[in-house]
């Protein structure tokens, strides 16, 4: 098995400090050490060691792209191998990007199998918890068959925490996109506190996908 030094060396070999600066100005954290290594790289190194996940699950997270490379490599498990260890990956997120890159491809053949688990993470209080259920239900979700689901879910989850409200936004926009009146008809309702109710409007109109008739009654209804 790997040692970790050698891991890290091996990382840390792809840095770039100009790339370091404007990704850890992206993260808007910096309680996180950033290296500066591309997420392609990222991900070629995940599949590298995806054999070996359980050893570098054991090392420390003192780097963004180390957490990266563990949730990743997990990503590319089988569907029962990533399962038994998802709740060890979404406690590791700790920043947007981490969060939004975990996108485990399995979950697309077990959607019905794995909503309780996105259940389950929306219930919870962290900021992280919620996002992962909403960034996951906008990965392989935005299906007229769970939009109710999608509803249900956002109208529960705390928008009052930052990175949970863009999720939200930014995943009733997806929705807008594709089902515009069911999604019109579930923003009429008002169940979103304010903020994320424009900040969906606001997405949905940047959208290509929309017509001028729609943004403009989506401007309409802007509270």
């Known amino acids: 098995m790997t040692p970790y030094q050698q891991f890290l060396d091996e990382i840390k070999s792809f840095a770039e400090p100009d790339y370091r600066d404007f990704h850890k100005k992206l993260l808007k954290n910096d309680k996180i050490n950033v290296l500066g290594v591309r997420v392609p790289t990222l991900r070629k190194l995940a599949k590298k060691y995806k054999g070996e996940v359980d050893n570098i699950l054991t090392f420390p997270d003192e780097y963004y792209e180390v957490t990266f490379i563990?949730?990743?490599?997990?990503?590319?498990?089988?569907?029962?191998?990533?399962?038994?260890?998802?709740?060890?990956?979404?406690?590791?997120?700790?920043?947007?990007?981490?969060?939004?890159?975990f996108v485990p491809k399995c979950i697309a053949k077990h959607k019905d199998e794995f909503l309780p688990?996105?259940?389950?993470?929306?219930?919870?209080?962290?900021?992280?918890?919620?996002r992962f259920a909403l960034t996951t239900l906008l990965h392989f979700y935005v299906d007229e068959k769970y939009l109710e689901t999608i509803f249900s879910l956002v109208e529960r989850c705390d928008t009052s925490k930052y990175y949970v409200h863009m999720a939200a936004a930014w995943l009733i926009?997806?929705?807008?996109?594709?089902?515009?009146?069911?999604?019109?008809?579930?923003?009429?309702?008002?169940?979103?506190?304010?903020?994320?109710?424009?900040?969906?409007?606001?997405?949905?109109?940047?959208?290509?996908?929309?017509?001028?008739?729609?943004?403009?009654?989506?401007?309409?209804i802007k509270r």
């Not at 688990?117 to 900021?127: L, S």
């Open 117 to 130: 688990v996105i259940t389950k993470y929306a219930a919870m209080k962290g900021e992280f918890e919620q």
């Open 173 to 220: 926009a997806e929705t807008l996109a594709k089902y515009f009146p069911r999604a019109r008809d579930f923003l009429n309702k008002n169940s979103l506190d304010k903020k994320t109710h424009n900040k969906a409007i606001q997405k949905a109109c940047e959208s290509f996908r929309l017509s001028n008739d729609d943004k403009n009654y989506l401007k309409g």
């Open 70 to 101: 563990k949730l990743t490599a997990v990503a590319l498990l089988d569907y029962d191998n990533f399962l038994e260890r998802l709740d060890t990956c979404v406690n590791l997120i700790d920043n947007w990007a981490t969060c939004d890159c």
